[in-house]
T-cell receptor, first 115, second 115 residues
Framework: NAGVTQTPKFQVLKTGQSMTLQCAQDMNHEYMSWYRQDPGMGLRLIHYSVGAGITDQGEVPNGYNVSRSTTEDFPLRLLSAAPSQTSVYFC??????????????FGPGTRLTVL | DQQVKQNSPSLSVQEGRISILNCDYT??????FLWYKKYPAEGPTFLIS?????DKNEDGRFTVFLNKSAKHLSLHIVPSQPGDSAVYFCAASANHPNSGYALNFGKGTSLLVTP
């Protein structure tokens, strides 16, 4: 049981490049989400999904796209990277929506630098 | 606007003493509260939670107290150990679609437990 896995661990991009951050979970969790953590800002929600085929925006969705074609995978796409997207990105999953007393399990994070 | 606030960025406590981490929230719809612990270069890990129908929840050395009227919760660690040194995030969620069913995080408090 690997839990929540994220790849890559580190990435450096140039402004304007695109890339996909991968996230997978093997716990058959319905709810998945992406957060970014910036210094002094805590974790902010980018996008979330309550199940395969269903996604929605969080607090800071601009510049990011997501899709959820399977229960296991929830990739995050940066369409045209900007220096403001330099951050640490965390993927998380839970059995159901967090508000129904379900703890979220977090991946180890992807540290992204945009030059 | 930050709905979950941790007003102490850092806290230093001697080993064996009590650590008290505080958290305030503004959204009266929040009904589930969690504490996460984060070590450097790792994802947050769930520590303890409490629902709004309770005012206290204990798990070993960790106790969370909830004061709904004051919109305040606290995490007590007794006794504190050097391995508890980490960043602690307070989080809250509301079982309402407008909230995205998401966790709202505070900015974190860095706890240092000294021998």
């Amino acid at each position: 049981n690997a839990g929540v896995t994220q790849t890559p661990k580190f990435q450096v991009l140039k402004t304007g490049q695109s890339m996909t951050l991968q996230c997978a979970q093997d716990m058959n969790h319905e709810y998945m989400s992406w957060y970014r953590q910036d210094p002094g800002m805590g974790l902010r929600l980018i996008h979330y999904s309550v199940g395969a085929g269903i996604t929605d925006q969080g607090e800071v969705p601009n510049g990011y796209n997501v899709s959820r074609s399977t229960t296991e995978d929830f990739p995050l796409r940066l369409l045209s990277a900007a220096p403001s997207q330099t951050s640490v990105y965390f993927c998380a999953s839970s059995y159901s929506i967090p508000a129904t007393y379900n703890e979220q399990f977090f991946g180890p994070g992807t540290r992204l630098t945009v030059l | 606007d930050q709905q979950v606030k941790q007003n102490s960025p850092s806290l230093s406590v001697q080993e064996g003493r009590i650590s008290i981490l505080n958290c305030d929230y503004t959204n009266s719809m929040f009904d589930y509260f969690l504490w996460y612990k984060k070590y450097p270069a790792e994802g947050p890990t769930f520590l303890i939670s409490i629902s709004s129908i309770k005012d206290k929840n204990e798990d070993g050395r960790f106790t969370v107290f909830l004061n709904k009227s004051a919109k305040h919760l606290s995490l007590h660690i007794v006794p504190s150990q050097p391995g508890d040194s980490a960043v602690y995030f307070c989080a809250a969620s509301a079982n309402h679609p407008n909230s995205g069913y998401a966790l709202n995080f505070g900015k974190g408090t860095s706890l240092l437990v000294t021998p």
